[in-house]
């Protein structure tokens, strides 16, 4: 990939040249170093023109239909005159990013919109570079004028906590059924909730979806809120149908206002700026232990006498951190 000056991509991504705004993102990453010292300039430059936008994070259990609610959700906003970028995070495959480009080619209406730009997230086989890279992706969307960001998860476990702390909106999708899915559903995905929507709520399937509403707000009545501001709805709707689609944009916006009030929205906003350093801060350690030549020459030894036994993984870590003085 050849290397412009940082104003190519700076001036390319304002003026919302699509072409420019992938190579861009392409840039962002690459793990060269030529290629991060040009990424850093560019972020730089473009993150004062970020920031005013709402930003949405969207997960779901499998077979809840998230790739056609992503889709006609933002094909809504589209004809609110909204312009939507579409994130995806899945750390779950270093190779191929598991089922993320599967999930743009489903999106055919919203991935030929020339106010729509879907985007999978690099897979850096580590959930902490997958959701730092988005962060930077993010920054660059919304400083080519895309005023909605919808971040996806597509992995499970983790990616769900990485994802609720970039954005501004933690969207739940579930399904009817809701005894069995409670189960499979872990307490700490319901807690990161700003609001629950039970999808395919139509046809013969509104009865069932209208009884895990009840048993989802049952469930959310024991989980201490995450403001006192808000109460966690849980909503229903159906993708294909498109019946609730609106009120739930509507419960979105309803939320910024309400948390802005308190001033909970800004101070959300700052926490996620200083974990996002913290979080790069944690990746620069790493790889700089890994870089390290000495580091490198003994960490074959060093693990193979901890897996033997011949050494305490204590006094080895001690070690190791001794080499980086």
Not at 62 to 79: A, C, D, H, Q, Y
Request: aromatic share 4%; hydrophobic share 40%; proline share 4%.
């Amino acid at each position: 990939m050849k290397i412009e000056k940082p104003e190519y991509y700076i001036n390319g991504v304002l003026e919302k040249n699509m072409r420019v705004l992938a190579k861009t993102i392409t840039l962002i990453e690459s793990t060269l170093p030529e290629h991060q010292n040009t990424a850093k300039a560019v972020i730089d430059k473009l993150l004062p023109h970020s920031g005013n936008v709402v930003r949405i994070g969207i997960t779901g259990v499998p077979g809840v239909g998230k790739s056609t609610f992503i889709e006609n959700f933002g094909m809504m906003l589209i004809r609110e005159k909204h312009q939507v970028a579409v994130l995806a995070v899945d750390p779950s495959s270093k190779k191929s990013g598991g089922s993320i480009m599967g999930d743009k080619t489903r999106m055919e209406k919203l991935s030929v919109e020339k106010d729509a730009f879907i985007r999978p997230s690099p897979s850096g086989g580590t959930l902490g570079g997958v959701a730092g890279k988005t962060r930077e992706t993010m920054i660059i969307c919304e400083a080519a004028g895309f005023d909605v960001i919808i971040v996806e998860t597509v992995g499970v476990g983790q990616s769900e906590t990485a994802v609720a702390s970039m954005v501004d909106f933690f969207l739940v999708l579930m399904l009817a059924g809701a005894g069995d899915e409670l189960q499979g559903l872990k307490k700490g995905v319901l807690e990161l909730a700003d609001a629950v929507a039970i999808n395919k709520a139509d046809g013969d399937n509104i009865k069932n979806a209208k009884r895990a509403k009840q048993e989802y707000e049952n469930a959310l009545s024991l989980l201490l809120p995450q403001s006192p501001a808000w109460s966690v709805p849980v909503l229903t709707c159906s993708a294909v149908t498109l019946d609730g689609i609106e009120n739930i944009w509507e419960t979105i916006l309803e939320h910024k206002k309400k948390l802005g009030l308190t001033g909970e929205y800004t101070e959300k906003r700052r926490k996620q700026n200083l974990e996002w350093m913290w979080t790069l801060l944690d990746d620069g350690l790493k790889l700089k232990f890994y870089e390290n030549p000495a580091i490198q020459n003994l960490l074959p030894g060093i693990t193979r006498d901890v897996e033997k036994g011949k050494k305490a993984p204590n006094i080895a870590a001690k070690e190791l951190l001794g080499l980086l003085k």
